[in-house]
T-cell receptor
């Protein structure tokens, strides 16, 4: 199955700073999903990407589907304390195909925002 | 309110004592799934179900069983729990394939096996 590597594993930033994180795969993906997990909660879908090169925004969040189809990036602009949490990328477990229910997740990026 | 519920939220048990974690959704979703979350490993899929009576293995199915007799319920069964199954468990559901439809997660069940 697919393996997803997220970087960095953790980030400590000041409120107001911009944040960048990425996710890479050894194989081609057709879909990239980004989730956020607030402390003590289940993950929530932030952004879904379906086309190579696609750039999608959701408020202060912007995600991109890498041209090589083997990576994806998530940026957060002007961070605020409620951005704290774990950010996960996810994609289909079978290389190059649709998941038909099988999803694989990255290890997560832990974001801490200091006021 | 549309939601995924899990019970119990917290459970401490001993090795070998069978347990069931229930999961229920009120959104008439066809797809349901179980994940475990461990530090440094992210979320790993245990089992999933595309519809009633249809279940399939995820990445880490060993030591777990599931059933999908009704659309709304998807219980996770540990027949003989072991300490390596100590983890945070999440149930999730989506209208169809989570690759194309938003997947909604429950609040999690923290399980400790002594």
């Amino acid at each position: 199955g697919q393996q997803l590597n997220q970087s960095p594993q953790s980030m400590f930033i000041q409120e107001g700073e911009d944040v960048s994180m990425n996710c890479t795969s050894s194989s081609i993906f057709n879909t990239w999903l980004w989730y956020k997990q607030d402390p003590g909660e289940g993950p929530v879908l932030l952004i879904a990407l379906y086309k190579a090169g696609e750039l999608t925004s959701n408020g202060r969040l912007t995600a991109q589907f890498g041209i090589t189809r083997k990576d994806s990036f998530l940026n957060i602009s002007a961070s605020i304390p409620s951005d704290v949490g774990i950010y996960f990328c996810a994609g289909p477990r079978e290389a190059g195909g649709t998941s038909y229910g099988k999803l694989t997740f990255g290890q997560g990026t832990i974001l801490t925002v200091h006021p | 309110e549309a939601q995924v519920t899990q019970n119990p939220r917290y459970l401490i048990t001993v090795t070998g004592k069978k347990l069931t974690v229930t999961c229920s959704q009120n959104m008439n979703h066809e797809y349901m799934s179980w994940y475990r979350q461990d530090p440094g490993l992210g979320l790993r899929q245990i089992y999933y179900s595309m519809n009633v009576e249809v279940t399939d293995k995820g990445d880490v199915p060993e030591g777990y069983k599931v059933s999908r007799k009704e659309k709304r319920n998807f219980p996770l069964i540990l027949e003989s729990p072991s300490p390596n199954q100590t983890s945070l468990y999440f149930c999730a559901s989506s209208d169809r394939d989570p690759e194309v439809d938003t997947q909604y997660f429950g609040p999690g069940t923290r399980l400790t096996v002594l």
